[in-house]
């Protein structure tokens, strides 16, 4: 089975740009978190979508944001660009929802798109 | 404070040692704990799920005491492959009713086993 895969892989912008970014998750999981991991840093949230509505948010601002298709994809936008932005973005698909017990939500990575601004 | 701490390292250790990461965590109404895997340039991997009875899985431990918000992950027996970057992950969502699968990560340990 094919786990959760992202594209593009690479990404240059200039600052002021707009960006879209795509996520399809593993078969049959609804849910999807997006996290931006900045060099030398652990990954942050910024979105989770279940059921095509938004769940739960990071401390990201406005120029971010994010859709979930019928399909259960989903597409991260980041409007006006800026150097800070430059960081790799992963995406995550899980079975469910809520935090569940120990060992059945388990949520799985996407190899990520390296997004560098310019 | 930030909400996840860990040891900023990096780890050097010699293949066959054994080696322990530590990690503290701010939010008492934390759910649930994970230790998570990271190669360079690549996507983090779940390692184990921490549980409050301590956990094993081959060579590595991992303990969880909630009184003291501490986390840890013990390798024994380190190998050429376990050089990786180990994140400490903890889960702030709501065990039931509504809410969000979210998890928050620290800034991961990094571990080089040297031959």
């Known amino acids: 089975d094919a786990g959760v895969t992202q594209s593009p892989t690479h990404l240059i912008k200039t600052r002021g740009q707009h960006v879209t970014l795509r996520c399809s998750p593993i078969?049959?999981?609804?849910?999807v978190s997006w996290y931006q991991q900045v060099l030398g840093q652990g990954p942050q949230f910024i979105f989770q979508y279940y059921e095509k509505e938004e769940r739960g948010r990071g401390n990201f601002p406005d120029r971010f944001s994010a859709r979930q298709f019928p399909n259960y994809s989903s597409e991260l936008n980041v409007n006006a660009l800026l150097l800070g932005d430059s960081a790799l973005y992963l995406c995550?698909?899980?079975?469910?929802?809520?935090?569940?017990?120990?060992?059945?939500?388990?949520?799985?990575f996407g190899p990520g798109t390296r997004l560098t601004v310019l | 404070r930030k909400e996840v701490e860990q040891d900023p390292g990096p780890f050097n250790v010699p293949e066959g040692a054994t080696v322990a990461f530590n990690c503290t965590y701010s939010?008492?109404?934390?759910?649930?704990f994970f230790w998570y895997r990271q190669d360079c340039r690549k996507e983090p991997k779940l390692l184990m799920s921490v549980y409050s009875s301590g956990n094993e899985d081959g060579r590595f431990t991992a303990q969880l005491n909630r009184a003291s918000q501490y986390i840890s992950l013990l390798i024994r027996d380190s190998k050429l492959s376990d050089s990786a970057t180990y994140l400490c992950?903890?889960?702030?969502?709501?065990?039931?009713?509504?809410?969000?699968?979210?998890?928050?990560f620290g800034k991961g340990t990094k571990l080089s086993v040297i031959p």
């Open positions: 078969s049959g999981h609804k849910s």
């Open positions: 995550a698909s899980s079975l469910r929802r809520l935090a569940g017990g120990p060992g059945n939500n388990e949520q799985f």
């Open positions: 939010n008492s109404a934390s759910q649930s």
């Open positions: 992950v903890v889960n702030r969502g709501w065990y039931s009713g509504a809410g969000s699968y979210q998890l928050t």
